[in-house]
Nanobody, 127 residues
Framework: QVQLVESGGGLVQAGGSLRLSCAAS????????MGWFRQAPGKEREFVAV????????NYADSVKGRFTISRDNAKNTVYLQMNSLKPEDSAVYYC????????????????????WGQGTQVTVSS
């Protein structure tokens, strides 16, 4: 069974930083482009960031460009989301996502493309 386990969420003041982590099984991690999505109450789940299987390409939602950075550590089978300059509108449950792919330099940005989801971690930014 595929497992994606997120950690690092919490409560932070506006302007602060958090780093989310997502640990995956070695098999899942090595064959997947990894990403982060988020869902605020009453809203649809939306794309945040993605990194290709090979780690050479990244893509971000316009709302987080310049503030968030996605990275992956293949030795630890972990993907990270460094979130800086947080805003109250960044408050949401953040979900780790994996898409199995044979290509090392492609990525995705649609909920429908995701093969596996983590359980989510809450991020709350106070004003």
């Amino acid at each position: 069974q595929v497992q994606l386990v997120e950690s690092g969420g919490g409560l932070v003041q506006a302007g602060g930083s958090l780093r989310l982590s997502c640990a995956a099984s070695q098999r899942t991690f090595s064959t997947s482009a990894m990403g982060w999505f988020r869902q605020a109450p009453g809203k649809e789940r939306e794309f945040v960031a993605v990194i290709s299987r090979g780690g050479t390409r990244t893509n971000y939602a316009d709302s987080v460009k310049g503030r968030f950075t996605i990275s992956r550590d293949n030795a630890k089978n972990t993907v990270y989301l460094q979130m800086n300059s947080l805003k109250p509108e960044d408050s949401a449950v953040y979900y780790c996502a994996a898409k199995n792919t044979v290509f090392t330099n492609t990525y995705y940005d649609s909920v429908g493309d995701v093969d596996n989801w983590g359980q989510g971690t809450q991020v709350t930014v106070s004003s």
